[in-house]
């Protein structure tokens, strides 16, 4: 409608819809630097002491080194699985390939909500709960067929000739997998990777439901349980909030390139 | 013996997926079924009891939560499908530093659900948040939108459609883009206006895309649980009491796994029709971009 020419009035819209974007998150970056929390106008005091008291005196610390775990753990398990699973995919014929790509997409849209209470029961039977490993694994489950999706579309833009070529010349599947392919799907990789860290660290329902323990819980599970724990203290809780987006936004910042590189690499086949 | 290797190994391949989906996916959902039609007390689960827990839903709690997911979902459908529109139109015309405006625009997107939640549930305080003192100070009045149903209801589409209608702007303005502008050049020299072009050329070929936009949303509010558990819990009077937060509660809080099952039983049904249909309209042709 506008590819020609933006009307004056699209940069009024465009203006405004940033400041609703933005201006939230200035604001509770400002809150969280209010040492006297809580007054709308502002204080005109600011300070660290926020942040301080959230790092060393409550245990988020604690929280962001089990996110960390949990989320590099879960990257190394959904990305070994789905490549293995990717590589079948890609690389083979057989019977019942595309009735198996469909399942795994149909998997793909269990909603969680209805899955927790069979799988807090299973892993209350197997005496999981509280653990990283539930976690790990219920987060892999998830994640798991959209990134075989996502790797298998890249891997067929991959031409297979190279391989064919290694394998004449004396190199055997797996060679031609580790030697070949793989260093042409790092920046699929890296893409898949990287969606699954953000979703790991910004989930919340799963991890408030099977590992809520105060020692265990994940970064977004303190944060919501520090309105409980600590009372509301909305200077502290705008300082956890922050620190904890700053990963995530760290992560997208730094591998931008990578991820749209790898996204459109793997879409267009 | 060297063929039956061969054969068997993309299974094998595709072995460690399979077995943690169907661990972690399909058999809960097998399982969610059979503890729907079993009487519970907390983790024991009793004998058949035909379809006695599906009836704790239709009573006048259950009601409301039908409703309030209907008015959450359908409402937050239309604002973000229609701001994705909107802005996507916006956002494709050659305006100066494009690039760094579209990026302005996606920020929420990155921040999580719970800081979501938190984020506005503080803006909207009735005490010190800015909105209350703004109202204060410049109309007189109170503002505490999150202390009656309405304003908790439209606090709660608000703050989630703040969060996720970027998504569905990637996704629209990559659809406007794909529009071969010798379409706009032809309309252009047979005198159409701009409202002709937006009508007849812009809508009908990004409406494909518009559709499944509006199922991956309506999925996405369907099951959405973390905003409602942080921002409302459901109140005030169960206005916000969404049937996915119902779903936990009754588990979590109330320890009716039956109940919860139940209510899982129709969270997961309104979704496999919704699968189903996005699946067979456009995943089997193009099936790169169901990534969530």
């Not at chain 2, 010798?182 to 007849?200: F, K, S």
Request: hydrophobic content about 55%; proline content about 4%.
């Amino acid at each position: 409608m506008f590819r020609d020419k933006a009307p004056w009035w699209a940069y009024v819209v465009i203006f405004l819809t940033s400041l609703g974007a933005v201006a939230p998150l200035a604001w509770l970056f400002l809150l969280s630097l209010d040492p006297n929390q809580g007054i709308a106008s502002g204080s005109g005091v600011y300070s660290l002491k926020n942040y301080a008291s959230v790092l060393f005196e409550s245990m988020m610390a604690q929280y962001f080194i089990n996110t960390t775990v949990v989320a590099l753990f879960t990257v190394f398990c959904t990305l070994t699985c789905a490549t293995l699973g990717a590589y079948a995919a890609s690389r083979y014929r057989f019977r019942g390939r595309e009735t198996i790509m469909i399942v795994l997409l149909l998997a793909s849209m269990t909603p969680v909500i209805a899955v927790l209470v069979p799988l807090y029961a299973m892993a209350a039977k197997l005496q999981l709960l509280n653990t990283y490993s539930i976690l790990v694994i219920v987060f892999t489950a998830w994640q798991l067929p959209g990134t075989l999706w996502l790797i298998r579309s890249f891997m067929n833009s991959i031409p297979p000739e190279l391989e064919e070529a290694a394998l004449v010349d004396g190199c055997s599947r797996a060679g031609a997998f580790f030697r070949i392919v793989l260093p042409q799907l790092a920046p699929g990789l890296v893409a898949a990777g990287l969606i699954v860290f953000v979703y790991v660290w910004n989930e919340f329902i799963i991890a408030v439901s099977l590992a809520a323990q105060q020692d265990m819980r994940l970064v977004s599970v303190g944060l919501y349980f520090y309105l409980s724990d600590f009372g509301v203290e909305w200077g502290k809780i705008a300082a956890g909030a922050i620190i904890s987006v700053i990963p995530p936004a760290m992560l997208f910042l730094f591998l931008q390139r990578q991820l749209i590189h790898g996204l459109s690499a793997g879409a267009v086949k | 013996m060297n063929t039956i290797v061969s054969r068997a190994s993309p299974y094998l391949l595709l072995t460690p997926a399979a077995l943690i989906i169907f661990a972690i996916t399909l058999y809960p959902i097998v399982n969610l079924f059979w503890i729907a039609f079993h009487g519970t007390n907390y983790f024991q689960i009793g004998a058949f009891n035909g379809g006695a827990n599906f009836l704790s839903l239709f009573n006048a709690s259950g009601m409301r939560s039908f409703m309030a997911t209907a008015i959450f979902v359908i409402a937050s459908d239309i604002l973000a499908l229609s701001l994705a529109i909107f802005l996507a139109l916006l956002l494709e015309a050659p305006l100066r530093s494009r690039g760094l405006l579209r990026t302005i625009v996606m920020v929420p997107w990155l921040v999580s659900q719970v800081v979501t939640a938190l984020l506005w549930q503080a803006m909207l305080d009735s005490n010190f948040g800015p909105l209350a003192h703004l109202a204060q100070v410049m109309f007189g009045m109170s503002f505490a939108p999150l202390g009656d149903e309405v304003g908790a209801m439209a606090s709660m589409v608000v703050a989630n459609v703040w969060r996720s209608y970027p998504f569905a702007l990637v996704l629209m303005l990559a659809a406007l883009q794909s529009i071969p502008s010798e379409m706009y050049e032809a309309a252009r020299i047979d005198g159409a206006t701009r409202w002709q072009e937006l009508r007849y050329i812009s809508l009908p070929m990004a409406g494909q895309t518009a559709l499944v936009v509006l199922i991956l949303l309506t999925f996405e509010y369907l099951t959405l649980v973390t905003i409602p558990f942080i921002m409302t819990s459901g109140g005030p009077n169960e206005a916000t009491y969404l049937l996915s937060l119902r779903v936990w509660r009754e588990a979590f809080t109330n320890y009716h796994f039956g109940y919860s099952a139940a209510t899982g039983v129709v969270v997961f049904c309104l979704n496999l029709v919704l699968a189903l249909v996005y699946i067979r309209k456009f995943a089997i042709k193009g099936g790169a971009d169901v990534q969530r």
